[in-house]
């Protein structure tokens, strides 16, 4: 059964859909359902108000699912609207549960066809989508440039591993760039500023001195300082006694 997620108020929206869908009901502000789960198959949007527009804006970018909304007393012109930000279809009927349920099975039943289930990392408060090139971080979206992207990537698909400075140099930027270590320490930098509470102090991307960087899948109780981190005075962690197995993504490096 596809699942779907239903933005309304109103909790008894959800009800005749349970028939069609496994359905959970979000409130106006679902992002902590794009972080705490696998994404839905599609989702479903009550029109209510301004923020729906944004709201269909963020889903469309950051999550390549279905959306559909039902905006019963809509005017073309916000039809035009929902459309142009993203949702597939717009249903203005009195009753649309019928019409609704049937525009969703379609549209679920092609994107299950057309797109394999995805493979997600999660560590901290942080969501990573390899195939969408996507990055959440308590359910809103952060900016990657390609390179940073490729480092945090090949990273979290080695979730718990020390991975050395060589592997890393070698995979992000290629074997002719392994002598450019200082390539490494100024993105390693830049991802702690995204994804770091505090990136004078990590909690998930930890330097060891003199082997390499580990991105933890759980945030560290104690957060490193990182201040020359590659001379004599780093402190070093050690690696977690038993790594958690992570699902294989090819790397995206190159």
């Not at 949007?45 to 039902?70: H, K, M, Q, Y």
Request: charged content about 20%; hydrophobic content about 40%.
């Amino acid at each position: 059964m596809a699942t779907l997620i239903v933005v309304s108020p109103q909790e008894a929206l959800i009800a005749p859909f349970r028939e069609h869908f496994d359905a959970v009901r979000a409130s106006a502000e679902p992002r902590q359902h794009l972080v705490q789960g696998r994404l839905p198959d599609a989702f479903l949007v009550e029109a209510d108000g301004p923020s729906t527009l944004a709201l269909v804006e963020f889903l469309s970018l950051n999550t390549g699912r279905p959306i559909v909304v039902i905006g019963r007393d809509a005017p073309s012109s916000a039809v035009s609207s929902y459309l142009e930000a993203g949702a597939d279809a717009v249903v203005r009927d009195a009753d649309p549960v019928a019409e609704c349920v049937a525009r969703l099975k379609s549209l679920t039943r092609r994107s299950v066809t057309s797109t394999p289930s995805e493979v997600c990392f999660r560590f901290g408060d942080v969501v990573l989508y390899p195939e969408r090139r996507s990055v959440l971080r308590d359910g809103f979206a952060l900016h990657f440039t390609r390179t940073e992207f490729n480092l945090l990537c090949v990273l979290a698909q080695n979730l718990d591993t020390v991975l050395s400075h060589r592997q890393l140099m070698s995979e992000v930027w290629g074997q002719e760039f392994l002598s450019a270590r200082h390539y490494l320490r100024v993105y390693v930098r830049r991802v702690r500023e995204k994804i770091e509470h505090d990136p004078n102090r990590p909690q998930l991307l930890i330097a060891f001195r003199a082997r390499g960087y580990l991105l933890r899948s759980v945030p560290a109780t104690e957060p490193l300082q990182v201040h020359g981190e590659d001379g004599p005075g780093h402190r070093a962690h050690t690696a977690p006694a038993n790594p958690r197995a992570n699902t294989y993504v090819p790397s995206l490096a190159g």
